[in-house]
């Protein structure tokens, strides 16, 4: 199976900063690679699909990039309500596998 | 607007079993793969299972392998997680989604709420 590692698990910022959220893939995956938000006691969010596109109606302030085995989420302003869990997942393999979690936390 | 329902949850022993079903409606259910994800209390998510839009195609995690089997009516748009031989590592919100794709490109978009399992005695 294809592993994902997310780092860091967790991050202090503040509102305004710009953050970057990395995800390293165990083997080359392309750009199958997306990013869902999860708030707290809701369904993950879509947030980015084949690395870098931008799902409908989410802000621009997030973007993604990468290939191959190194992939980046990033927020360029922070905003209150992005304090929350980030996850990344591949869709190389049929056996999708997730990235362990991004906490986001207010510094 | 694509809706995604899950049922099915509740308080389990172990070595009992149980099905969950996802009632999906504003798309062709038939089209797309449809997918169930879990996550256990205050851990990350876990892929568990994933069946194509005919059913003919599943793929599982070899933490569900041999013991959970998912399937899907097309008649009635609904998708089903069948869970055997339940552990206490299995206890967790069981999302379903569905497997949006463009090209070759998959992710999962929308989710359900969830429905929570807990397996315990």
């Known amino acids: 199976d294809i592993q994902m590692t997310q780092s860091p698990s967790s991050l202090s910022a503040s509102v305004g900063d710009r953050v970057t959220i990395t995800c390293r893939a165990s083997q080359s995956i392309n750009s199958y690679l997306n990013w869902y938000q999860q708030k707290p006691g809701k369904a993950p969010k879509l947030l980015i699909y084949?690395?870098?596109s931008l799902q409908s109606g989410v802000p621009s302030r997030f973007s993604g990039s990468g290939s191959g085995t190194n992939f980046t989420l990033t927020i360029s302003s922070l905003q209150p309500e992005d304090f929350v869990t980030y996850y990344c997942?591949?869709?190389?393999?049929?056996?999708?596998?997730f990235g362990q979690g991004t906490k986001v936390e207010i510094k | 607007e694509v809706q995604l329902l899950e049922s099915g949850g509740g308080l389990v022993q172990p070595g009992g079993s149980l099905r969950l079903s996802c009632a999906a409606s504003?798309?062709?259910?038939?089209?797309?793969?449809m997918t169930w994800v879990r996550q256990a209390p205050g851990k990350g998510l876990e892929w568990v299972s994933t069946?194509?839009?005919?059913?003919?195609?599943?793929y599982y995690a070899d933490s569900v392998k041999g013991r959970f089997t998912i399937s899907r009516d097309n008649s009635k748009n609904t998708l089903y997680l069948q869970m055997n031989s339940l552990r206490a590592d299995d206890t967790a919100v069981y999302y379903c989604a569905k497997d949006e794709y463009s090209s070759s490109w998959n992710w999962f978009d929308p989710w359900g709420q969830g429905t929570l399992v807990t397996v315990s005695s």
């Open positions: 084949a690395a870098f």
């Open positions: 997942q591949q869709s190389y393999s049929t056996l999708r596998t």
């Open positions: 504003g798309f062709t259910f038939s089209s797309y793969a």
């Open positions: 069946v194509s839009g005919t059913g003919g195609s599943t």
